[in-house]
């Protein structure tokens, strides 16, 4: 026996619920769902739930997004350096 | 160069108002009789005359009582006693002028320590091994321990003549059922981490299987970050590759080892049900 | 000194800018079964909230953004909750732990922070990844303490820190406020008289930003190199900038945990502290 290992057709099936219903897209009015409440919802058990949303959580974007991140950051330090601190040589191309 | 009479004395008073629960000293060739080669004082620092031994930074009551596991698995305590041994390793080298080294509390290799704390505590006076394995200090329980190997001559510490455990509730729970709290909380016989036994009140005969209490002390760490990469390794299925390395397991062994400070100790049980490990005070 | 201005004290004295009590029943109504403070310490009565200074005013001012990415805070809330607990244990006899706030599945922590700090009057949520914003510094982050010493608990703020005056009116002028406008990606939301009308917030793409090398680079770098066939293509992943980074976060994650500061920089509240010589 191995660690819990979840079922990747289960994922592929309830990924995009979990998601939704729990915290990972936030609105301010309203908190999202717990494992548990997750789990009652979708008829599947807590663990299940738990493992699937850690999976989706990673999952929900590639690893182009994080270079998307790094250039962001970048740029938006670099503009608002320009700006504040007077120093238009900061500005980035 | 001699310290002055007062040395040992003012060197605990430093460790108290530091925020140290306890404070003593072994020699360091005491260590000769039980540790391993490589593993003793003067292999770490050339000349070591004693060792300081700290203790404190224990789980408070309130994190005893707590029901959540998260609780002491991932706000561990540790850390504020390590603070203090570095301070003192400072302090020895200002106000004495004498070689102090702080023992670094990770591994030398694998799971071996640079120097046995729970010895150190032992040879310092400031507690017994129990049962269950920790060392226990007969007035506050379990504590957490940092050394410092120095070449300065303090006043060394007695061994303490009576020990923690078994506690008197421990030795009534033997006579009528033939076990204690920790042995029947992790009976080795039953998947667990401990067994052993007590004549006319005292222990005679301990085992602790230390690799199945790794799995338990140290789940989410090293040893399951290993376990999870060498089953991704070998899953030729793609999907089920993912499903292993974003799922709970190795997330939360990667928070426990960023985190490791906090998070380097995840099971209590043989502690929590001791009745020598919370100290002696009364809370609301 | 009453019994709430003593713990305060202690809690300032130990480094928190602002600490604020909460009681354990404000938990029950957005918060559910298993996160709450009564199901961490059995009979618990009162949380008490701290919150620290973030980067440093001169921090904010480098240009180089990778140097906040690495410079973390200095946790100072967590040692105010810490001198908190030992003043609470004691000298008041009573039950403190620190509440556990470090995630335990996935991005979940055991009981949120953010919300125990709206409660006890510290702060309110912001159009900008509702982060919770203190009328007076701004941006700070949260520990708390649960424990079963009946405390008089402080009111959640009756006026939100969130929109500032100015963003309101630039919200008016131009539709929207200086963190909507520098990171569309995570944020959106609407103004209406004064007041945050509905607002969103993208945490998984925010996660990308905010901790762009640590827990999560690391496990999406790794799939990618155990997927990888060819060994001179698996190589240069490994020992690349990026993995690299990922792994030097993992090191020190403590001091990276919060690596995008782009809503927080253009946010006015708390900014006049920002300015210096």
């Known amino acids: 026996m191995s660690v819990f290992k979840l079922d990747p057709e289960v994922y592929k099936r309830y990924k995009d619920e979990v998601l939704k219903l729990c915290n990972s897209f936030q609105r301010i009015d309203q908190p999202g769902l717990s494992d548990k409440q997750i789990a009652e919802r979708l008829g599947l058990d807590e663990r299940t739930v738990t493992e699937i949303r850690c999976v989706a959580e990673r999952d929900c974007y590639s690893l182009e997004e994080w270079e998307k991140a790094i250039e962001f950051k970048r740029k938006a330090t670099l503009e608002w350096s320009a700006l504040a601190l007077k120093r238009p040589d900061l500005k980035p191309e | 160069m001699t310290l002055p009479p007062t040395a040992t004395a003012a060197l605990k008073s430093v460790a108290l108002k530091s925020g140290a629960t306890v404070c003593g000293v072994a020699d360091a060739t005491a260590f000769d009789a039980y540790a391993p080669e490589k593993h003793r004082p003067g292999d770490l620092l050339p000349g070591a005359r004693s060792v300081v031994v700290v203790g404190g930074a224990q789980p408070r009551e309130g994190d005893w009582a707590a029901t959540s596991p998260w609780v002491l698995q991932t706000m561990g305590t540790t850390e504020r006693i390590q603070g203090v041994g570095r301070r003192l390793a400072q302090y020895i080298e200002h106000e004495f002028g004498y070689y102090a080294l702080y023992v670094p509390p990770g591994t030398a290799s694998g799971d071996t320590p640079f120097l046995s704390l729970m010895l150190a505590a032992q040879l310092a006076g400031l507690g017994s091994k129990s049962l269950a394995g920790p060392v226990l200090n007969r007035e506050h329980g379990f504590m957490y321990w940092s050394a410092v190997i120095t070449t300065a001559p303090f006043d060394g510490d007695q061994v303490e003549a009576a020990a923690a455990c078994p506690a008197p509730p421990c030795r009534e729970m033997w006579e009528r059922e033939g076990t204690t709290p920790c042995l029947k909380v992790c009976p080795a016989a039953d998947g667990g981490c401990l067994s052993g036994k007590l004549e006319s009140g005292r222990a005679v005969r301990t085992f602790y299987d230390a690799a199945r209490c790794n799995t338990r002390v140290h789940t989410h760490w090293i040893g399951g970050f290993q376990k999870v990469l060498e089953e991704t390794l070998n899953e030729p299925d793609r999907d089920k590759r993912k499903m292993l390395l974003y799922g709970d397991f190795f997330t939360r062994s990667l928070w426990a080892i960023t985190y490791s400070s906090t998070n380097i100790a995840q099971c209590f049980e043989c502690m929590r049900v001791c009745p020598a490990a919370h100290g002696l005070k009364e809370m609301k | 000194?009453?019994?709430?201005?003593?713990?305060?004290?202690?809690?300032?004295?130990?480094?928190?800018?602002?600490?604020?009590?909460?009681?354990?029943?404000?938990?029950?109504?957005?918060?559910?079964?298993?996160?709450?403070?009564?199901?961490?310490?059995?009979?618990?009565?009162?949380?008490?909230?701290?919150?620290?200074?973030?980067?440093?005013?001169?921090?904010?001012?480098?240009?180089?953004?990778?140097?906040?990415?690495?410079?973390?805070?200095?946790?100072?809330?967590?040692?105010?909750?810490?001198?908190?607990?030992?003043?609470?244990?004691?000298?008041?006899?009573?039950?403190?732990?620190?509440?556990?706030?470090?995630?335990?599945?996935?991005?979940?922590?055991?009981?949120?922070?953010?919300?125990?700090?709206?409660?006890?009057?510290?702060?309110?949520?912001?159009?900008?990844?509702?982060?919770?914003?203190?009328?007076?510094?701004g941006l700070l982050y949260y520990a708390a303490l649960i424990t079963t010493l009946p405390l008089e608990p402080d009111p959640p703020l009756a006026e939100p820190a969130c929109p500032h005056p100015g963003c309101a009116a630039m919200y008016k002028r131009i539709g929207t406020t200086p963190c909507l406008r520098v990171c569309p990606a995570c944020l959106a939301g609407t103004v209406q008289d004064g007041r945050i009308q509905a607002s969103t917030y993208d945490r998984e793409k925010c996660h990308s930003r905010a901790q762009t090398y640590g827990i999560g680079s690391f496990q999406k770098g790794l799939l990618q190199i155990v997927n990888e066939d060819d060994p001179g293509r698996r190589r240069t992943m490994i020992y690349g900038d990026f993995f690299t980074k990922s792994l030097q976060s993992v090191g020190f994650f403590r001091d990276s945990i919060a690596q995008c500061f782009e809503c927080m920089r253009v946010c006015p509240v708390g900014r006049k502290y920002r300015k210096l010589q």
């Not at chain 3, 109504?29 to 909230?49: F, H, M, N, Q, T």
């Not at chain 3, 040692?79 to 620190?98: N, P, T």
Request: charged fraction near 20%; charge should be negative; proline fraction near 7%.
């Open chain 3, 1 to 137: 000194m009453t019994r709430e201005e003593q713990v305060k004290a202690v809690g300032l004295k130990a480094g928190a800018r602002v600490v604020g009590i909460a009681a354990v029943d404000a938990f029950r109504e957005k918060v559910p079964e298993g996160y709450r403070p009564g199901d961490i310490l059995p009979g618990a009565r009162s949380v008490v909230v701290a919150g620290g200074d973030g980067p440093t005013a001169g921090a904010w001012r480098c240009p180089d953004h990778r140097v906040m990415e690495i410079t973390g805070y200095d946790l100072r809330e967590n040692v105010a909750v810490h001198a908190m607990c030992d003043f609470i244990e004691g000298a008041l006899s009573h039950h403190a732990i620190q509440a556990p706030s470090l995630p335990v599945h996935g991005h979940e922590p055991p009981m949120s922070m953010m919300h125990a700090a709206e409660l006890a009057g510290l702060g309110t949520r912001s159009l900008a990844a509702h982060i919770i914003l203190n009328p007076e510094y």
